[in-house]
Structures are given as C-alpha cells and as structure tokens.
C-alpha cells in the first residue's frame, strides 16, 4: 500500500534567542505551545502560529516546565514539573497536577488519551495510565528508557521510544544521534514489541489519524519513516 504525504512551505514561528524545544500543536492548528530557556529558566510558552504575542502559560516562574502538549479539545496544555504532570488553561492560568510528584521518581514522559481523560505517563522504568477520578495508575508494561509516547487514535495502543533517554533530557546530550526503538504495547497492559531495529536512532513516533500508520524519525539523518 503505498502512502502520499505532503508537506507545504515552512513558516518560521518564533525567533527569540536561546532554546525552544518540544513544540506542540493545538488541534485546530492556531497555536504551538513550546518550552523554551528564558534567563537560564525553562518555560513554557503559547503563541498563535500566525505571529502575535507569547503567552506564558503559567505564571509559576521557579520550577522547570517541560514537554508541553495539548489536550485534545485544545483547552488545556498537559507539561511536566517538579518531577509531576501539570495541566494549565492553554492561554494560560493557573496549574493544576495530574499525576502528583512522588518519592518513587519524577515522571519523565506524559500524554493524553485521545478521549482526554486519561493521561499515559512513565515513572522510572514502568509506563502508567492514569485516570480522572479513579483510585489509582494502572500498570502497563516495563521498559528502561520509555520516552515519547503516544496514544493511537483508538485509545488501544501506546507507541513509545525506548532507549537513549537523554535524547529528551535537558542536558549536553540533547538531541544526540544515539541508538534507539520503537516499540508498541496494548494500552490495557502487556508485552512491548519492537517495530524497529535497536541499532539506529528511532524518535518520536506519532500516529497518523486513522491509526493505521506510525510515523517516526530514523538514522543520522533523522529523516521521517512510516510504518503499517
């Protein structure tokens, strides 16, 4: 089966000094919410892809924000803080914890359910789902290195990266050309199984919106691959 993409002309959104990563785009397309190094400080930002005026998304301008995205509806961003996960109206507001900091491990990964009321997070080596109102996580599978998961459109997958964490670590090794994979597991709990070699750079895996593919970036050249 063959698969037709195409992409049209870049447009440059921001143009501030320093770094600005881990950009997310709200479901209409109207606003990227970024994290960025402001006075040696990250934090993340909104801005209509258009141009116009940055938001701060939170007025809290002490802890580390990181890994902004948002919620499916386009009225909240989801990011990680103080070694938890935070939502935060998406022109900002007040944050409010999703899944509270624990003595067991920062959350180093999160994301939403494609419903919204569910968040799949990953604390040490184990990926979680979480839900509003429930008593607790629910388990899903191990993994050392679990980073960059999604949902598939379906709610019954979890595609992730495994390996090389300090790819997303704020850190020197940002970004580095290490080795890593993609693997899938069930959304209910399960085996992780691999969908690509374990030899090569493989990130950022995001599925296409009738779930039938996986698209991810692959090799030195972090060009865009397609599975399925």
Known sequence: MS???????PTQVTSDAGLEIFPSISPDGKFVAYTAARSGQYRIFVRPVGGSRTIALTDDSTAEQTQPRFSPDGEQVLFLSRGGVFAAP???????????PSA??????????????????????????????????????????????VWSPRTDYIACTLGNEAYVGLGSDFGNLGASRIVVVGATGGNLVSVTDSISLN??????????????????????????
Not at 3 to 9: D, H, L, M, T, Y
Not at 90 to 100: H, K, P, V, Y
Not at 115 to 128: E, I, K, M, P, T
């Open 203 to 228: 990130q950022s895996p995001v599925w296409s919106p009738d779930g039938q593919h996986l698209y991810f970036i692959s090799q030195g050249t972090r060009d865009v691959f397609v599975l399925g």
């Open 3 to 9: 698969i037709s993409v195409r992409f049209g002309n």
């Open 90 to 100: 998406s022109l900002g507001g007040q944050a409010r914890a999703l899944i509270a």
């Open 104 to 149: 067991t491990g920062a959350v180093t990964n999160a994301a939403w359910s494609p419903n919204g009321d569910q968040v799949a997070y990953v604390r040490g080596d184990s990926l979680f789902v979480g839900k509003s109102g429930a008593l607790g996580p629910r388990f899903v599978a191990n993994g050392f290195g679990l980073r960059n998961c």
